[in-house]
């Protein structure tokens, strides 16, 4: 069959802002993860300051980051530069990903960690700035809360932290709701979607947003091509 995404131009709003997403979820693809976990949380303490603002967290078992020097300055920390851009069949070549994370949380780089686990130690690494250049540090962590994070056999998480809610056009200046929370959750599970739908559809990747299963058959449909054969039939044109 052929699919189309339903409804592609209602996602080109929130891609503006919320392309960081689609490029963790990209990354996470090309690092051969087969699971995705896609968490979104909100702040309800109306007290406050950070009241109804979301937290975003994306967690993958793909192959991690690697953090020896070298490896790690290849594969992470060279801006515009890629070992994915002579590879065929990755989303990121371009070397800029993880830079475009920072559009999340409007450039607050405390709010932006990332954290992958080799096969006996978890690293943080953090964004850091420097004669007004981004830069990244990476350090052993032992902090057991995030050694919670990783379960099964994830590798590699990303976590935004305090984003603003008034960042996605869909959500109104007004008190949270729930209906923000859902309408975002809504519009994450179609971003997610138009961008990586040959990977669902081949079943290559499985992800989950708030431990719900995404079901691309949910967002595109399908186009049944048929042949017919028509045999001894006689047409008159007049």
Same mark, same amino acid.
Request: charged fraction near 30%; proline fraction near 1%.
């Given at each position: 069959?052929?699919?189309? +995404?339903?409804?592609?131009?209602?996602?080109?709003?929130?891609?503006?802002h919320a392309e960081?997403?689609?490029?963790?979820? *990209?990354?996470?693809?090309? #690092? /051969?993860?087969?699971?995705?976990?896609?968490? +979104? #949380? $909100?702040?309800?303490?109306?007290?406050?300051?950070?009241?109804?603002?979301?937290?975003?967290?994306? =967690?993958?078992?793909?192959?991690?980051?690697? &953090? /020896?020097?070298?490896?790690?300055?290849k594969s992470f920390?060279?801006?515009?530069?890629?070992?994915? !851009?002579?590879?065929?069949?990755?989303?990121?070549?371009?070397?800029?990903?993880?830079?475009?994370?920072?559009?999340? $949380?409007?450039?607050?780089?405390?709010?932006?960690?990332?954290?992958?686990?080799?096969?006996?130690?978890? *690293?943080?690494?953090?964004?850091?700035m420097e004669d007004?250049?981004?830069?990244? /540090?990476?350090?052993?962590?032992?902090?057991?809360? &995030?050694?919670?994070?990783?379960? /099964?056999?994830? !590798?590699?998480?990303?976590?935004?932290?305090?984003?603003?809610?008034?960042?996605?056009?869909?959500?109104?200046? =007004?008190?949270?709701?729930?209906?923000?929370?859902?309408?975002?959750?809504?519009?994450?599970?179609?971003? +997610?979607?138009?961008?990586? #739908?040959?990977?669902?559809?081949?079943?290559? +990747?499985?992800? !989950?947003?708030?431990?719900?299963?995404?079901?691309?058959?949910?967002?595109?449909?399908?186009?049944?091509?048929?042949?017919?054969? &028509?045999?001894?039939?006689?047409?008159?044109?007049?």
């Amino acid at each position: 069959y052929q699919g189309w +995404v339903k409804n592609k131009n209602t996602i080109r709003n929130l891609l503006k802002h919320a392309e960081p997403i689609v490029e963790v979820v *990209y990354n996470s693809v090309d #690092a /051969e993860a087969t699971k995705i976990d896609i968490k +979104v #949380a $909100v702040n309800n303490n109306e007290s406050s300051d950070l009241f109804g603002s979301f937290n975003l967290l994306i =967690s993958d078992n793909g192959t991690g980051i690697p &953090i /020896e020097d070298e490896d790690f300055k290849k594969s992470f920390a060279t801006f515009q530069d890629s070992p994915k !851009k002579d590879k065929s069949g990755m989303y990121g070549k371009r070397g800029q990903g993880r830079y475009k994370y920072l559009k999340l $949380v409007n450039n607050k780089l405390s709010n932006l960690k990332i954290y992958t686990k080799t096969k006996t130690d978890i *690293y943080q690494i953090n964004y850091i700035m420097e004669d007004n250049t981004i830069g990244f /540090e990476v350090n052993k962590t032992t902090d057991n809360q &995030i050694d919670n994070l990783f379960y /099964e056999d994830m !590798k590699t998480i990303v976590m935004f932290e305090d984003i603003d809610k008034t960042i996605f056009e869909f959500i109104t200046d =007004s008190d949270f709701t729930e209906n923000d929370l859902e309408a975002l959750i809504s519009n994450i599970k179609e971003l +997610v979607t138009i961008h990586i #739908a040959d990977a669902l559809i081949s079943k290559k +990747v499985s992800i !989950k947003i708030n431990n719900e299963l995404l079901n691309v058959e949910n967002y595109i449909f399908q186009k049944k091509i048929e042949k017919y054969e &028509i045999e001894n039939q006689e047409f008159n044109i007049n």
